[in-house]
């Protein structure tokens, strides 16, 4: 996944995935936990670059159009 929109568009398909039990629970939260942790990770960097005073675009939350 390359941004959030893709991210978004991939935990749909972990849920729907496990609703069809095609993956386990355990797959599903580890999926959720990777996504966590990106999510965390452009947090951090959105706040660091805050504190900062710079404004830098990060690639991760950038949406196409």
């Known amino acids: 996944m390359k941004n959030t929109t893709e ?3 991939e935990l749909g398909q972990v849920f729907q995935d ?3 039990k095609k993956i386990t629970v355990k797959e599903a939260k580890s999926f959720c936990s990777l996504a966590i942790a ?3 990770s452009a947090s951090v960097e959105a706040d660091y670059n805050k504190f900062l ?3 830098k675009e990060i690639n991760f939350l950038k949406t196409p159009k």
Do not use: F, Y
């Open 38 to 40: 990106n999510i965390r």
């Open 18 to 20: 496990l609703k069809d």
């Open 7 to 9: 991210l978004r568009e």
């Open 53 to 55: 005073g710079k404004v």
